[in-house]
Each structure stands twice: as C-alpha cells, then as structure tokens.
C-alpha cells in the first residue's frame, strides 16, 4: 500500500528555517517524481518545487533560492529545507507522488506556520 | 505562468442533480489536465487526468471534457460525499498550476 507521511512542521519566526519531510512507504521515491504543494489556510493549491527520479529539481519561482528539495533514498524519504521563511509561507505542505505528472498519491500534509 | 480560472466560485446543487464545472487555461495545455477533490482536513485527490481518465476507484458519475483552454468536470447525479472543493491543474508547463477552485455545495 501506497503511503506517504509528512512531518516537520511546526511554529518558527520570519527569517527562520524548517526542514520538513515526506516518508513514503510501498514504493520507491527513487523511481518516481515527487513534489511538494501548499495551501495558505483558507486557500487553494499552489506547486512548491519537484524532484525527479533522476534527481534533477524544479521550483516555483515563491522558493527559489530559499527551498532545496532532496531525497535520501535509503530511508525512502523527500525532504523540503525551507530558509529565510515569510508569514506568507504559512500553509498546510503536502509531499506528493506524480504519475506522469498529475499526483496519484498525497500526503496528510504538515502545517507550517510562519509568526512575528 | 499558465493562470487557470475556475467558475463559478461555489456551486449550490440538490443531490441527485447535475453539476458542471468549469477551468479555462490562459493559455493551451493540450490534453494535460487533472481534477482533484478535497474535503475539509483532508488532502486532495485525484478524480480524472488527462482531461477524461477516471483515476482507479473513481465513480463512473464523474466525467471530465475539453481540450486546449476549456475543460469540464460533471457530476452526473451528485451524492453527498461528493460536497466538496474541486480544482483543476494543468501540467503541459512548469510550473504546474491549479484553479483557484469550485467549491459544490448543498443546495
């Protein structure tokens, strides 16, 4: 069974960092491309940044320069190193799993919340 | 940045009835169109992509169409688990978008 976990998040200040992360169960996180998307409370979806099975990354131009993506593919796992966060980075992220490049699998999400 | 629009913003329907969402594209995305559903606490999940797919397990009530900027989903007799956000994402180029999304409601 598919399964993916997230964690890490929590309350931190403006200009502080986080690491969060995904550990998926019931297949490879090498072998696919995974993501991470957020939601501001009360608001829609917005794409965070990708890695590929071939390790290659990818981010919305919100990240770039502040976010890494990563993977450890021993422990099966996607990490997402936030830096330098803003009260507007404040949302609920989700890892998830693309097939293709919609997303088949999410998971319950980790709420970061960015204070002053 | 491709800006994908949703309408209407909520969508009042009696189970039963018909609902029919809309997602226009600023710009062509081809086929490459996904459409998701979240329930309050919950993670999103996919109901079609490739503009039509039905995802595994999903209902044969739920259909989606179009092509180029014009997509939509119908539910063909709503249920109540289907009272829910919808959104639509495209994923011809990154960064990957979605709708600010259709929220169906109990009428």
């Known amino acids: 069974e598919v399964q993916l976990v997230e964690s890490g998040g929590g309350l931190v200040q403006p200009g502080g960092s986080l690491r969060l992360s995904c550990a998926a169960s019931?297949?490879?996180?090498?072998?696919?491309?995974m993501s991470w998307v957020r939601q501001a409370p009360g608001k829609g979806l917005e794409w965070v940044s990708v890695?590929?099975?071939?390790?290659?990354?990818h981010y919305a131009d919100s990240a770039k320069g502040r976010f890494t993506i990563s993977r450890d593919n021993s422990k099966n796992t996607v990490f997402l190193q936030m830096n330098t966060l803003r009260a507007e980075d404040t949302a609920v992220y989700y890892c998830?799993?693309?097939?293709?490049?919609?997303?088949?699998?999410w998971g319950q999400g980790t709420l970061v919340t960015v204070y002053s | 940045e491709i800006v994908m629009t949703q309408s209407p913003a909520t969508l009042s329907v009696s189970p039963g009835e018909r609902a029919t969402l809309s997602c226009r594209a600023s710009?062509?995305?081809?086929?490459?169109l996904a459409w998701y559903q979240q329930k309050p606490g919950q993670a999103p999940r996919v109901l079609i992509y490739?503009?039509?797919t039905r995802a595994t397990g999903i209902p044969a009530r739920f259909s989606g169409s179009g092509s180029g900027t014009e997509f939509t989903l119908t539910i063909s007799s709503l249920q109540s688990e289907d009272f829910a956000v919808y959104y639509c994402?495209?994923?011809?180029?990154?960064?990957?978008?979605f709708g600010q999304g259709t929220k169906v409601e109990i009428k």
């Open positions: 998830a799993r693309g097939s293709s490049a919609w997303y088949d699998y």
């Open positions: 019931g297949f490879a996180v090498s072998n696919v491309y």
């Open positions: 890695i590929y099975s071939g390790g290659n990354t």
């Open positions: 710009q062509s995305v081809s086929s490459t």
């Open positions: 490739d503009v039509s």
């Open positions: 994402q495209q994923y011809n180029k990154w960064p990957q978008t």
